[in-house]
């Protein structure tokens, strides 16, 4: 006699399966991984932000008792394959491209740019190696600004460009831009600025690889978002055949981003590892997490908005400048996104949008939990200033121009519809969550009593994954592919190209799969981190919760069907009379019949079962994403300002959030609350500061501020009904908006606080000196 | 080299090391003990936060031959069965941590703390945590994980008998 479980996995806070490692130490972090030679490696680090190397001498590294190797810049050009920034190359970059090596040569370009790398015995003698290490450098003037790199006179970082333009600069309108503007009652300008801040994971990058000269294939234990993206890194710049790279990934300490590929120093060490044959680990220290590993953000706007005297925003026109430091990659490619999204959930009429792309002395710009950010920014700000300049709550601006949801939905002017989007929703349910006019009061009283409170609201929408293309058969994020296996103990064996690194996909995905072929949670185990073995994917751009959730259920489908047919032939009875339930198959209406699935996994793996049956418990599945959707929401804060010290306090955090439908509530909301943590940290805290001189001046955590428990607030989440698009797949991806709508809402809480000194804020870097400068030039 | 006495998890070890290395490399390395992570090297992130005679202790500032002679415990040894201690099974329910690089760090710096103020409240934990940082969560599903280890303590303390 079987119980029929009647409740689902999917929808509930089940608990993590990667906790109990986690919790124990006993989790498998690349720097915990330990091969018999391994030697370690170290870089030694530009000092310099733009200069000539005149000589690097290592003479006297490689004569230190306990050094195996010291590579300079020439040393590992003639051991690997020259090209740019891997990125570029897989999303097809056409446009200027820089020619560099994996190691300084000619010049450096940035305070921390790799010169040399010294392996040795031990991580402590490769660093007493760099000491020794001598760089004769001659000085160039640093381009530490954009401002500056778009000046024809600057030098040019990279020879081979003859100037420092990463990406031309390009114009796109929709809709019509000059109507709109020459229309419209006020046309308003502002400038705003986005300042450099970065990923900053627990843990830093980091490789061991391991080169087998027998085998003639390399081995590289990773922390990467994508073993087989780093497979095709490797491959391409070692000049090997992809099929010779295996790429291994376990735990992984956090990423946000950054852990895309392979980095130009986990190649220098998977070249050192070939060229000694041991085993190489590099795991980069704090410092040069924070000098060189990659930053993000920096970018300027100057925009015009056309707005009607009643509050209509009919319009916006752009001019951007990104800042994507040296060594361009992922800076070239946000713009673009940014002027899809915008518009955002409004029903603009027009857009331009310009973009030019700089390339400057400082860390290269990296991808950082939704990267595009900036545009939300931008939006949610100008609709405040524009609310202030006539007079209207920052809540009705947004509830009047938000599109309505209609059939068919409304389309972005960029070209998107935007169907299933409950910005409207949010809004409104923001309103009855935080009593605005109650916290007006509050706030009027507290003035009274000297103290500064303020309110702000933003709202966004995120192509997590967006919506189908109502033109095309396309996808809205292409293809995710998953092998899904009933082993011969009848566990259902997932096999996905994610690489969860947080994300706790061996928990969801698990939960999906168990549902939908109907064995218990514990029944389902999630392979993971070995490119010999899983399908090519990717964790990012907030994908997996509709792509690998939506392949997982489809998969879990197929391979149902497979096994009620073999079933069926072994149970001789038709494989449209019998179900699974709780790990178990049976003939519908007669729970007498029950076989355990692995039993019915065994008998396939026997060989004997005595018909002629397809005993191959597998399938290859594939999914494109179903109708997609967009996930969004708007969020609330309420601050308080000491106009003494400067000091921010973040007193209240409500988040109204539609990303579908919940797939685990606690990871969904680990991941919103994670994300305006950064957020918060973002605006109050952090920054990558650089010197004039191009000297980098964050390269701690006493310099580089980090948000901990006492200045995160207890932040409300809650779920809106979500408008389901598809059939089967309603779950959207929730991975980046708490990063990309904190900003907006903290920054426009505290410029209300601000209010009674006249300031209005036009970037987003607020620590204590700005605000008091603020209040200041306000009071002025 | 220096040889060096110590209790870890409850175990006595010996240790042969340079003077320079750490408590942290020589726990990673020469023990194979690797739950503890090191975060920033410069005593900032508390990821690599052990207990040394009962004091929670930030083992990259510490060096190794300073805990000759000493107690020391890692999240290893927090529950020697290879199962969960009270505070890491309320951290699990809780949905505390999510890419876990800090957690070894946050347990022990909670194990210590908790060890001390039984009945600490919500901003007191805040507090106590606020050396150890945490890139993923925002931190409110830690400090839950705390608060109900602490009132689970507290249920058992004030009555024993209760399921």
Same mark, same amino acid.
């Given at each position: 006699?079987?119980?029929?479980?009647?409740?689902?996995?999917t929808?509930?806070?089940?608990?993590?399966?990667?906790?109990?490692?986690?919790?124990?130490g006993?989790?498998?972090?690349?720097?915990?991984?330990?091969?018999?030679?391994m030697?370690?490696a170290?870089?030694?680090?530009?000092p310099?932000?733009?200069?000539r190397?005149?000589?690097?001498d290592?003479?006297?590294?490689r004569?230190?008792p306990?050094v195996?190797?010291?590579?300079t810049?020439?040393?590992?050009?003639?051991?690997?394959?020259?090209?740019?920034?891997?990125?570029m190359t897989?999303?097809?970059?056409?446009?200027?491209?820089p020619?560099?090596?994996?190691?300084?040569?000619?010049?450096?370009?940035?305070?921390?740019?790799?010169?040399?790398?010294i392996? =040795?015995?031990?991580?402590?003698?490769?660093e007493?190696?760099c000491?020794?290490?001598?760089v004769d450098y001659?000085?160039?003037?640093?381009?530490?600004?954009?401002?500056?790199?778009?000046?024809?006179?600057?030098?040019?970082?990279?020879?081979?460009?003859?100037?420092?333009? !990463?990406?031309p600069?390009?114009?796109?309108?929709?809709?019509d831009?000059?109507?709109?503007?020459?229309?419209a009652?006020? +046309?308003?300008?502002?400038?705003?600025?986005?300042h450099?801040h970065?990923?900053?994971p627990?843990e830093g990058?980091?490789?061991?690889?391991?080169y087998?000269a027998?085998?003639g294939?390399?081995?590289?234990?990773a922390?990467?978002?994508?073993?087989? &993206?780093?497979?095709i890194g490797?491959?391409?710049?070692?000049?090997?055949?992809?099929?010779?790279?295996r790429v291994?990934?376990?735990?992984?300490?956090?990423s946000?981003?950054?852990?895309?590929?392979?980095?130009?120093?986990?190649? =220098?060490?998977?070249a050192?590892?070939?060229?000694?044959?041991?085993?190489?680990?590099?795991?980069?220290?704090?410092?040069e997490?924070l000098?060189a590993s990659g930053?993000?953000?920096e970018?300027?706007?100057?925009?015009?908005?056309?707005?009607?005297?009643?509050g209509?925003l009919l319009?916006?026109?752009?001019k951007?400048?990104?800042?994507?430091g040296s060594?361009?990659?992922?800076?070239?490619?946000v713009?673009?996104?940014?002027?899809?999204?915008?518009?955002?959930?409004?029903?603009?009429?027009?857009?331009?949008?310009e973009?030019? !792309? =700089?390339?400057?002395n400082? =860390?290269p710009?990296?991808?950082?939990?939704?990267?595009?950010?900036?545009?939300?920014?931008?939006?949610?700000r100008?609709?405040d200033?524009? #609310?202030?300049?006539?007079g209207?709550?920052p809540l009705?601006?947004?509830?009047?121009?938000?599109a309505?949801?209609t059939?068919p939905?409304?389309?972005?002017i960029?070209?998107?519809?935007?169907?299933?989007?409950?910005?409207?929703?949010s809004?409104?349910?923001?309103?009855?969550?935080?009593d605005?006019?109650?916290?007006?009061?509050?706030?009027?009283?507290?003035?009274a009593?000297?103290?500064y409170?303020?309110?702000?609201?933003?709202t966004?929408?995120?192509?997590?994954?967006?919506?189908?293309s109502?033109e095309g058969?396309?996808?809205?994020?292409?293809?995710?592919?998953?092998?899904?296996r009933l082993?011969?103990?009848?566990?259902? !064996?997932l096999?996905?190209?994610?690489?969860?690194?947080?994300?706790?996909h061996?928990?969801?995905?698990?939960?999906?799969?168990?549902?939908?072929?109907?064995?218990?949670?514990?029944?389902?185990?999630v392979?993971?981190?070995?490119?010999? +073995?899983?399908?090519?994917?990717?964790?990012?751009?907030?994908?997996?919760a509709?792509m690998?959730?939506?392949?997982?259920l489809?998969?879990?489908?197929?391979?149902? !069907?497979?096994v009620l047919?073999?079933?069926a032939?072994?149970?001789e009875?038709s494989?449209?009379?019998l179900?699974?339930?709780d790990?178990?198959?049976?003939?519908?209406?007669?729970?007498?019949?029950?076989?355990?699935?692995?039993e019915?996994?065994?008998?396939?793996?026997?060989?004997?079962?005595? &018909?002629d049956?397809?005993?191959?418990?597998?399938v290859?599945?594939?999914?494109?994403?179903g109708?997609?959707?967009?996930?969004?929401?708007?969020?609330?804060?309420?601050v308080?300002?000491?106009v003494?010290?400067?000091?921010?306090?973040v007193e209240?955090?409500?988040?109204?959030?539609?990303?579908?439908?919940?797939?685990?509530? #606690?990871?969904?909301e680990?991941?919103i609350?994670?994300g305006i943590?950064?957020?918060i940290?973002?605006?109050?805290?952090?920054?990558?500061?650089?010197?004039?001189?191009g000297?980098?001046?964050?390269?701690?955590?006493m310099?580089?501020?980090?948000?901990?428990?006492?200045?995160?607030?207890?932040?409300e989440i809650e779920?809106?009904?979500?408008?389901?698009?598809?059939?089967?797949?309603n779950f959207?991806?929730v991975g980046?908006?708490?990063?990309?709508?904190a900003?907006?809402?903290?920054v426009?809480? +505290?410029?209300d606080?601000?209010s009674?000194?006249?300031?209005?804020?036009?970037?987003q870097h607020?620590?204590?000196?700005?605000?008091?400068e603020?209040?200041?030039?306000?009071i002025? | 080299?220096?040889?060096i006495?110590?209790?870890?998890?409850g175990?006595t070890?010996?240790?042969s090391?340079?003077?320079?290395?750490?408590?942290?490399?020589?726990?990673?390395?020469?023990?194979?003990?690797?739950?503890?992570h090191?975060g920033?090297?410069h005593?900032?992130?508390g #990821?690599?936060?052990?207990?040394?005679?009962?004091r929670?202790?930030r083992s990259?500032?510490?060096?190794a031959?300073q805990?000759?002679?000493?107690e020391?415990?890692t999240?290893?040894?927090?529950?020697?069965?290879g199962?969960?201690?009270?505070l890491?099974?309320?951290?699990?329910?809780?949905?505390?941590?999510?890419?876990?690089?800090?957690?070894?760090g946050m347990?022990?710096?909670?194990?210590?703390f908790?060890?001390?103020?039984?009945?600490?409240?919500e901003?007191?934990?805040?507090?106590?945590?606020?050396?150890?940082i945490c890139?993923?969560?925002?931190?409110?599903s830690?400090?839950?994980?705390?608060?109900?280890?602490?009132?689970?303590?507290?249920?058992?303390?004030?009555?024993g008998?209760?399921?």
């Open positions: 006699m079987t119980a029929i479980a009647a409740e689902r996995y929808g509930a806070s089940i608990k993590r399966s990667e906790d109990p490692r986690i919790l124990t006993a989790g498998r972090y690349v720097d915990d991984i330990k091969l018999p030679g030697l370690h170290a870089f030694v680090r530009s310099m932000a733009h200069a190397v005149l000589s690097v290592v003479s006297a590294a004569a230190l306990g195996v190797a010291a590579l810049g020439a040393d590992l050009e003639a051991m690997t394959v020259p090209g740019p920034d891997l990125l897989l999303m097809g970059w056409a446009g200027p491209t020619e560099f090596t994996l190691l300084a040569t000619d010049k450096v370009r940035f305070v921390g740019d790799p010169v040399a790398v392996v =040795a015995q031990s991580r402590y003698i490769a007493d190696g000491d020794l290490v001598e001659d000085d160039l003037p640093p381009v530490v600004t954009a401002a500056l790199a778009l000046d024809p006179g600057s030098p040019p970082l990279f020879a081979n460009l003859g100037d420092n333009i !990463a990406s600069h390009s114009r796109s309108e929709f809709g831009v000059s109507g709109t503007f020459a229309h009652d006020r +046309i308003i300008d502002f400038h705003i600025d986005v450099r970065q990923n900053v627990m990058r980091g490789c061991v690889a391991s087998d027998d085998l294939v390399m081995t590289v234990h922390a990467t978002q994508s073993v087989h &993206v780093t497979r490797v491959a391409t710049r070692l000049g090997m055949e992809p099929d010779k790279v291994l990934a376990g735990d992984i300490g956090g946000f981003g950054l852990k895309i590929g392979a980095s130009r120093e986990e190649l =220098a060490v998977s050192a590892s070939r060229l000694l044959g041991q085993p190489v680990k590099w795991v980069e220290d704090r410092s997490n000098t930053q993000a953000r970018e300027s706007f100057d925009v015009r908005a056309a707005v009607s005297n009643d209509d319009g916006l026109d752009a951007m400048v990104i800042d994507t060594y361009p990659g992922m800076g070239t490619m713009p673009a996104i940014m002027q899809a999204m915008l518009p955002g959930p409004y029903k603009l009429a027009a857009l331009g949008f973009s030019t !792309a =700089a390339i400057t400082k =860390a710009y990296v991808a950082y939990r939704g990267p595009w950010a900036s545009e939300t920014f931008v939006r949610e100008v609709l200033l524009i #609310a202030k300049d006539l209207l709550d009705d601006i947004r509830l009047r121009n938000v309505p949801r059939d939905p409304a389309v972005m960029t070209g998107r519809p935007l169907a299933g989007v409950t910005s409207r929703e809004l409104e349910r923001v309103a009855q969550l935080v605005f006019p109650a916290f007006r009061r509050r706030q009027a009283e507290a003035r009593q000297g103290r409170l303020g309110i702000g609201v933003a966004f929408i995120e192509a997590a994954p967006g919506p189908r109502p058969p396309s996808g809205p994020m292409g293809l995710e592919s998953m092998r899904l082993e011969e103990d009848g566990i259902v !064996a096999f996905t190209g994610q690489m969860p690194h947080g994300q706790s061996q928990t969801t995905l698990a939960q999906i799969a168990a549902d939908e072929f109907g064995v218990p949670f514990e029944q389902v185990r392979v993971i981190g070995d490119s010999d +073995i899983v399908p090519f994917g990717l964790t990012g751009g907030s994908r997996s509709t690998t959730g939506g392949v997982a489809h998969g879990a489908r197929q391979l149902k !069907a497979k047919d073999f079933a032939s072994v149970m009875v494989a449209q009379d179900l699974i339930t790990g178990n198959v049976w003939v519908r209406g007669d729970p007498a019949t029950a076989i355990s699935v692995s019915i996994a065994g008998r396939a793996a026997s060989g004997q079962f005595g &018909v049956a397809d005993a191959k418990l597998e290859e599945a594939t999914f494109d994403g109708e997609g959707g967009w996930s969004g929401g708007t969020h609330c804060a309420i308080e300002v000491d003494e010290t400067g000091i921010v306090k209240r955090y409500v988040a109204v959030e539609d990303c579908g439908a919940l797939i685990n509530p #606690a990871v969904v680990g991941q609350r994670g943590a950064q957020g940290g973002a605006v109050l805290l952090e920054r990558s500061a650089y010197g004039e001189d000297s980098f001046q964050s390269a701690t955590f310099d580089y501020l980090m948000p901990t428990a006492c200045d995160v607030p207890r932040i779920h809106l009904e979500t408008v389901p698009l598809d059939a089967d797949v959207r991806g980046e908006g708490g990063m990309i709508i900003p907006p809402t903290v426009n809480a +505290i410029e606080a601000l009674p000194f006249g300031v209005r804020i036009y970037e607020l620590p204590p000196g700005r605000i008091l603020l209040i200041s030039t306000g002025d | 080299m220096v040889d006495t110590l209790r870890v998890n175990a070890c010996t240790g090391l340079e003077a320079r290395k750490t408590l942290a490399d020589f726990l990673r390395d020469d023990l194979n003990l690797t739950g503890t090191l920033c090297e005593g900032v992130c #990821a690599c936060t052990v207990i040394v005679d009962g929670a202790v990259c500032l510490m060096l031959v805990a000759a002679g000493r020391v415990t999240i290893e040894g927090l529950a020697p069965d199962g969960l201690g009270p890491q099974q309320a951290m699990w329910d809780s949905h505390s941590f999510q890419c876990g690089f800090c957690t070894p347990v022990m710096q909670a194990t210590a908790l060890s001390d103020h039984p009945d600490a409240g901003q007191q934990i805040r507090e106590a945590l606020s050396g150890n890139r993923c969560t925002g931190y409110q830690i400090v839950d994980g705390v608060l109900l280890a602490a009132e689970r303590k507290q249920g058992s303390d004030h009555d008998n209760r399921g």
